[in-house]
Each structure stands twice: as structure tokens, then as C-alpha cells.
């Protein structure tokens, strides 16, 4: 046993070494490139509002197996319906599968053994092959190195799982988006998936949507499009022809956020990351068309001159409504155009509940996790932060039909503020020139003695219908005096 310079054993010292020389080994080389797209969620981020990154009904990726003890119920009937959607797909032959788990250490003889039989098999593409565990399996493996590289934090521990998880989960997403595909748009499909338990429940529906839009949940979408196409070629579809997986995708998670013609606003030419990258990119066409024509993205610098603050929304609603500025819904455009101009505030309406606020949550913390050149749903979180301090400001955007909540505007009002507690960036990004213009109005607002006066009196003499009519009938009754004073003076200097 080697000794160290005190002639004492170093077994403790190279124990407690070879864990740290397993993550080395595993983890990437120094000099490869790591996308880093998917994320734990940082603990600050759970602190403010946890449900929305837990998952409620499924577990996908590697993450899901750090907690695998502590399964609920719901997780594993759903760990049960990804290997029957896996059953299904392979036409019921899964003895391999259960027999010999751990493929990832196929031998190189084996791959050539698969070759082979995939040569031998060859038809000229006039038959539909049968889709074979081992045609899925080798695809992961062959991914592997760069499925590993979009994980930001995995533990060494579950690398034997890895490609088993990449298998079951990506054929368990790609099937689903697939089935409701067709059933929505009453493709011919066997008469088992119209029956599917799944597929015909909208609240397991809606879950689903939820649950496969966290950040934690996601699986790089080069693996899903591996899947896709190896899918599409046991059906005998032409995979260049097939409906692209993104509109497969968009389809499915509409519902959760209902946009018009959400697939339209797809960039086919960007590359995507994940399903929570491509639903977040529906949103921005809008948003990127204007910064474009701006010229920039980012405001250059956070400070002015006199090293105050810039791009910060410095009054609430209620102070913005105190100070003239008007609301208005603004119907048929995307949920992050926001427009000001003429003393108002035009919004597009959001409704919030657990689902709305896991996904925009979700959103920023894939904006903030990695170095995100469009950090345009953290610009509209802080816009959000900025125009609400208390309940009184949410019932103001609700009473216009700007915010549609479903809980307590005490609750939205206190989620929303929590937020702040995690977003340092100051810079409101494609939202500069529009809060500029609202601080600029209020500034004008306030510096000005006879506009604080005059709103002060419209505050305090017409805030509800009694008080206008209060006044009304006393200024009715102080001009009948007048006139009445004025005729008897009038007779009394001017007898006939």
C-alpha cells in the first residue's frame, strides 16, 4: 500500500480521490463544447414558487432518476404507460429488452452483427420495416456523447441508465405527439389509440402539457427528431415528407397557452433545443421583428448619466392610473408585445393559473440557466414585477381585462413580487423604449404641481358615482342661490 510522506497508508486519501477520478473520467473533454440547455433548477427559483418545477403526473430525462425512491403514485402509473407506449411501437416484442438492460456496454462484434442483419433486411424502402429495440438502442448510443454535453448537471451515478432513459422517454414524447397529431386531425389510426387512456382524457392531457414544458423534464431535440425518423421509417413515411416534428410539438402544447396559428411562427431555419425551446420560440415573432428594426437587443448601458437606473418601470399601476396613464387589452397580438403611446398602456391579456405560471416560470429559468442572447420572457417577468406591488394594481389590470387570474389577487400579487428576489438583470431588453416613454410621461407628470393638484381633486371629489352626484347637486343648489340673490337685488334696485 503506497505511504505518504509520514509513512502512513493513503487508502482514506485515494477513497475519497477515486470518486472525484470517476466524475473526470466521465465528464466531458476539457476542450469539448457543452450547449449546457438543460438545467436543475436552482434552489433560489424553487423558493419562489416550487410547484412550478416539480412535476405532477411524469418524470422525463435523466434527472428523474435522482428521486426514484421517492416516486408518487401518478409517476409510476406513468412510468408503466411509457414502456407500454414502447410495447406498442415494437408490436409487443420486449424480451430482449427486459432480459439484457444494460446495452450500453454492446460489444463492437454485436453492432456488426446488427449491421448485417439491417443489410440483409433491406428491401428498397417498399416494405415497412419492423422497428427493433436494437435499432433504437444504437441510435442513443451513437448520440450518446452529445446527449451527455446538453446536461449541464448530470451524476455519474445513473450512466447506465442513460440510453435506457433516452429510449424509453424519447419513443414515450414522440409517440404522444404523434398520436394527438393524428387524432386531432382524424388521421386513420388503429382503433387502440382511440381507445387510449391518455389520449382521451383532457386533464391527463393538460398534465401532461405542464409537466413536459420543465426545464428539468426535458430531452435534447436532436434525439426526439432521431427518434421521429426512425419511427417514421418502420411506417413506411417518407421522413422529409412527414409533418415536421416542431408542428407535431406546437400542436400539442397550444392548448396550454392558445396562440393563433401558433405553427406559422416557427423559425424552421433555427436550430432548437428542446420541446420547451421550440413552444418558447411561437412567442417571439413579433418581439424579433420589432428588434430588428430597432437595431438592437439589449440596452447598451444600465446606468444614465447620473448613474441612476435605466430600463426599470419605476410607478405601479395604481400610480401609473393616478397619473393619467390608461390601460387597454390589446387583442390579436402576441403575448409579449407590448405598446405604449397616447397616455396608454395596451397589454395583451394574460390569464394566470399553476399551469400559465409553471410555463412562464419555466421560460425564465431557461432563459437565466444558460448565456441566452434573447432573455425575452425575463424582460416580460420584470415588466410584470415593475407594474405590481400589491393586490390593488392586479384588480386594476384584472378590472380591464388585461390579467384574468384564477386565484386571489393577493396570491398573483405575491408571486409576482417574489420574483424579484431572483432576476438581477436591470436591463428590460426589447421593452426599453416603451417603459423610457412611461417613465418619461410620469416624470413629466409629477414635476408638474398643477397636474398632482387637478388629479388630487378628480381623486377625492369624483371616485365614485355618489360623490359626483354630491357635488353635482351642491353646485345645482349653490346656482339657484346665486340666481335667486341676484333677482331680488335685481327688483329691489330696479322697481317697475
Known sequence: ?????????????????????????????????????????????????????????????????????????????????????LNRLLGGELERWRSDRDRSRTTEGERVSVEREREGDDDGGRVAKALRLDDLWEAMLILKPEMEACYAKTNPF?????????????????????????LLHKKSTVEAIQDDPILTNPKILTSLRRDLLLLENQLPFFVLEKLYELINEKNNIDHLQAVPLEELAVTFFDPLLPQQNAASNL???????HLLDIFRSTFLKSVNEKVHEKGKNRVESRLNPNGSSRGIVLHFASELQEAGVQFKKRKDHDLLDVEFGHRTLRVPPLSLNDYTISLLLNFVGYELSVNHPEPFFTNYLMFWNSLVNSPRDIQILRKHRIINNMGSEKEVAELLMRCREVIYDLDLGYLYDEIKEVNDYCEWYYDSKYHVWWRSLIRARFSSPWTCLSLSAAIILLLLTLIQTFYTMYAYHQPH
Open 267 to 273: 423559425d424552421a431555419q433555427k436550430p432548437k433545443a
Open 1 to 85: 500500500m503506497p505511504l505518504d510522506d509520514d509513512h502512513n497508508p493513503l487508502r482514506p486519501v485515494i477513497e475519497s480521490v477515486l470518486p472525484v477520478k470517476d466524475r473526470l473520467a466521465w465528464a466531458l473533454p476539457c476542450n469539448a463544447k457543452s450547449s449546457g440547455a438543460i438545467h436543475v433548477v436552482p434552489s433560489n427559483w424553487r423558493d419562489v414558487h416550487n410547484n412550478a418545477f416539480l412535476p405532477e403526473m411524469i418524470r422525463i430525462g435523466p434527472f428523474r432518476r435522482q428521486d426514484q425512491d421517492g416516486l408518487n403514485l401518478r409517476l409510476r402509473v406513468m412510468e408503466e404507460h411509457k414502456v407500454r407506449f
Open 158 to 182: 445513473y450512466r447506465g441508465l442513460f440510453v435506457e432513459t433516452m429510449v424509453v422517454d424519447g419513443c414515450f414524447v414522440v409517440e404522444l405527439l404523434r398520436f394527438y397529431y393524428d
